[in-house]
């Protein structure tokens, strides 16, 4: 394995990333991270990708219509209204009105702990382009290298930025969850919502880490009023 450095500059920059405000600790954000894009990078897609700026920080949507294209973010809207004290049936009007991961509007980021696109994460998806692209024989070398560097950088950004709220979706990726966001000494709890188990804790910084089943399968944290008492939750967690 012989990593290529285009790759390198591009996965420890802000890849993988849709962007919105990422905040500042006296002006704190609120972050969402998935594991990584749905969509799928085609081998010219990840090629030009690796001449983007690797330090410029995505700006995110053109409209708050765009948001919510797109299923993964619908959900989230319908957990943000929840926390937000309003019911997950409102959960447009709430993208309409707040407008997260809208470019040039304040308080949410969104982001991902891998900055390739498959259609899902099923190993077999890495093609022999991609190891041309990267300098990786196969999609476990990228994860095993992503999870020794990229987490490492992801926690500094959540280090210098100290967002208020982090929503990490996926239970199987827990433990690279915590490595991007919280620390050795960070206590992890664990609580169970209608059958589906969440996780959380606070960092050094001040964040809270909460990590939830994924919000787009049927196993995952999908019926409404799962989400709407989750959200409610994780209002305690801030505000208690």
């Known amino acids: 394995m012989s990593v290529k450095e285009s790759f390198k500059n591009w996965a420890l920059g802000f890849s993988g990333v849709d962007g919105g405000d ?59 209204s929840a926390i937000g004290g309003d019911s997950v049936d409102n959960y447009k009007k709430f993208a309409k009105n707040v407008k997260p991961f809208v470019c040039g509007e304040q308080g949410y980021f969104k982001m991902n702990l891998y900055p390739i696109a498959f259609k899902d994460t099923d190993q077999e998806k890495w093609i022999k382009e991609f190891s041309d692209i990267t300098g990786f024989n196969n999609k476990q070398e990228y994860i095993s290298w992503c999870k020794q560097n990229r987490l490492n950088k992801i926690r500094k950004w959540a280090s210098i930025y100290s967002p208020e709220l982090v929503i990490c979706l996926g239970k199987t990726y827990a433990d690279d969850f915590l490595a991007a966001y919280c620390d050795s000494e960070s206590k992890l709890n664990f609580e169970t919502i209608d059958d589906r188990e969440i996780s959380w804790c606070i960092n050094s910084s001040g964040t809270l880490v909460v990590i939830l089943p994924f919000m787009v399968n049927q196993n995952g944290l999908v019926k409404n009023d799962s989400i709407q008492k989750v959200g409610e939750r994780i209002s305690e967690l801030l505000y208690s």
């Open 22 to 80: 990422i905040g500042s600790p006296d002006k704190k954000s609120r972050w969402v991270c998935g594991i990584e894009w749905g969509a799928g990078h085609t081998p010219d897609e990840l090629e030009a990708c690796l001449n983007d700026s690797p330090d410029e920080i995505p700006k995110g949507y053109d409209s708050w219509e765009e948001n919510i294209a797109y299923i993964f973010n619908w959900q989230v809207m319908k957990l943000f």
